[in-house]
């Protein structure tokens, strides 16, 4: 990346946090008071962040599966570029949802007194693996990069240590990514999420948006045609699988009949919202990338664009995972006679929602920028940029 | 001497069986509910005797009506529906909790720890009956104007009814604005505040119709009892396995 393109980058990022900050300030004097979520409708613009980040971290076990797990050692070298975007995912998720939570200082207790029947747990056992996984080895890629060119002994025993968190790493990041499609699964009578797809539908949305960043930030800041190539490849697998998954979702939905799975995946297609499932997500995220990556496989730049548009209109596909089914689902009759903003099953973010997302997702920028500056992250010979002394 | 009236009103009756329930040890009772839907007159007086019971904010409601229109003008015909938390025996909000802040206790209902509850709403999503709803810590006098040093003013509206916390669960909370239960899920409980006293639920006293009937459902000589094993009665989404404790009578 040149410096014009950091120096913008960065100012955005800075931008964006003072503008956020408007809405972290309103989160923090006054609790949940200013946001539109409510009872009804539980979940809203935070959650759908919160799985968007969660699915960034995918970008690194990719990354790591390729690399250790079938040896395809051209990938090595974006181990610490893929680490740096998993870490920052896991730190702005951590953030979003203690916003989202009503007692955000009571986290301890999911150690105190942790109920194992339930999802959420399993969630925070899978990120607290995760957190001490990537930490580890982003301490040994670093260290492993610090050592003296000479003191080989010493980089063999940082790639050892790299190797094996890398192989503990495959089986617990592809449960994590599965408990965050069960997440949801699990819960009864829900139109959408109450199947046994859910959990694959996740983890695809998953492996394509983490795909997505890791793949961009390689064409960006790596520039390897030999590593951004092949990527774009997997992105455009991914891509297709997550389409036919995403497919297969609305024609069972409709043939089952089933009047909530129907009135959610109206609300999807046909609702007030429709243009985000319609324009944002399929026409910007993913027909153009997948023009670009069928037709332009072998140019980093259009690969780069692809990708990018896909991590981009992603929250598309998180939001509709989360309202509309939440939205859809009630009693007949339920909020009509006690009636409350609270008690609704309409919901649209507003302004404060916005805010805070806009100051995360900047939070997001900053530190990563900063990271890629302030770390050796990107091999010396390709980032453009100059490391900090 | 027989005990009982020739007519016998059925609150009498009731509350001659939550004494006798009362009576027996906490972990042999199961309390329960049926409400006949065929008495219900659509009132909303148990929401509101709910709502003052449990001094509940803007936004949370333990105990909505449901009104469904059937028909066509002018063959049109209404139809009520109480809709409390139904205290399902087998509760899916139960096994998503991720900290064990709701639990059914030794009595079937089914309550929540509000100090532990961290507030991520997951149960409420899960639970199928929308019985739950989330106390995001609003107040009746956020629009009524400050007038400092006057005898009205919302400071002075608001510390006269609405700061001070109701006693749910039988517990001494602080005062609203305080911590718990704002931020925290809520949910019916069967007054079990007033159980322990010997006072029926207020949804049960405040029925105009006398639609909502109580008791522990383990007694054979309760009214509840009698009252399950009508023909009439149903369930609420009985197939999904969650064994509900309220009743209703079609």
């Known amino acids: 990346m040149n410096k014009n393109a950091f120096r913008i980058l960065l100012g955005l990022g800075v931008i964006g946090l003072i503008a956020g900050s408007v809405g972290m300030w309103a989160r923090l004097q006054y609790g949940h008071i200013p946001m539109a979520y409510g009872s009804y409708v539980p979940w809203g613009l935070w959650v759908a962040f919160d799985l968007i980040f969660l699915g960034l971290t995918a970008g690194a076990w990719i990354i790591v599966l390729l690399t250790y797990g079938f040896g395809m050692k051209q990938f090595e070298r974006l181990g610490p570029l893929a680490v740096l975007t998993l870490l920052v995912s896991l730190l702005c998720e951590g953030i979003i949802i203690s916003l989202d939570l009503g007692q955000p200082m009571r986290v301890y207790r999911f150690l105190v007194t942790p109920s194992f029947t339930s999802m959420l747990t399993w969630l925070v056992v899978c990120i607290t693996a995760m957190w001490i996984i990537y930490l580890s080895m982003f301490y040994f890629l670093l260290r492993g990069k610090f050592a003296k060119a000479d003191a080989d002994a010493d980089k063999d025993k940082y790639r050892a240590g790299v190797r094996i968190l890398a192989l503990i790493n495959i089986p617990v990041g592809f449960v994590f990514f599965a408990v965050q499609g069960a997440f949801f699964a699990v819960m009864l009578n829900r139109p959408l999420w109450s199947s046994a797809l859910t959990p694959v539908v996740f983890m695809a949305a998953a492996f394509l948006s983490g795909g997505a960043l890791v793949t961009a930030m390689a064409a960006i800041f790596d520039r390897d045609k030999a590593v951004v190539i092949p990527l774009g490849r997997i992105v455009l697998v991914l891509l297709v699988a997550f389409l036919l998954l995403e497919a297969v979702q609305f024609f069972i939905g409709y043939q089952s009949n089933s009047p909530g799975a129907v009135a959610a995946l109206n609300m999807i297609a046909f609702g007030p919202n429709w243009w985000v499932f319609w324009i944002v997500h399929l026409l910007i995220g993913s027909l153009v990338p997948l023009l670009f990556l069928l037709f332009r496989p072998d140019d980093s730049r259009s690969v780069a664009w692809a990708c990018l548009l896909i991590v981009i209109t992603f929250l598309a596909v998180r939001y509709n995972a989360v309202v509309p089914d939440l939205a859809a689902y009630n009693l007949e009759g339920l909020d009509q006679f006690f009636v409350h903003p609270r008690l609704s099953q309409a919901y649209t973010p507003n302004l404060y929602e916005w805010l805070v997302s806009l100051w995360v997702v900047s939070l997001w920028v900053v530190v990563f920028l900063l990271g890629t500056r302030w770390l050796p992250v990107i091999p010396a010979e390709k980032g453009g940029e100059q490391h900090a002394s | ?250």
């Open chain 2, 1 to 250: 001497m027989s005990n009982r009236l020739p007519a016998e009103d059925p609150l009498i009756r009731m509350q001659r069986d939550l004494k006798r329930a009362l009576a027996k040890q906490p972990s042999e009772i199961k309390w329960g509910m049926v409400i006949d839907i065929a008495r219900c007159i659509g009132c909303h007086a148990c929401t509101i005797g709910c709502v003052a019971e449990n001094k509940l904010p803007p936004g949370v409601v333990y105990r909505p009506v449901i009104e469904q229109e059937i028909g066509q003008y002018p063959d049109v015909r209404r139809r009520f529906l109480p809709h409390p938390c139904v205290q399902c025996q087998n509760p899916p909000c139960v096994k998503v909790c991720p900290v064990t802040a709701t639990y059914s206790n030794d009595q079937g209902v089914v309550v929540v720890n509000y100090p532990r509850c961290i507030g991520c709403r997951y149960c409420l999503a899960a639970c199928p009956y929308v019985a739950r709803t989330s106390d995001f810590g609003e107040w009746y006098t956020d629009k009524t104007p400050e007038l400092q040093g006057k005898l009205v003013g919302r400071e002075t509206t608001a510390k006269a009814y609405e700061a001070r916390p109701a006693t749910e669960y039988g517990e001494k909370w602080p005062e609203r604005g305080h911590g718990s239960p704002v931020g925290n899920a809520r949910k019916c409980h069967f007054c079990l505040h007033r159980l322990a006293v010997g006072m029926l639920p207020a949804c049960v006293t405040t029925c105009v119709g006398k639609a909502t009937f109580f008791g522990d459902r383990t007694d054979p000589e309760s009214l509840i009892f009698e009252l399950i094993a009508s023909p009439r009665v149903m369930r609420l989404k009985e197939e999904l396995g969650t064994q509900p404790a309220v009743y209703y009578l079609e």
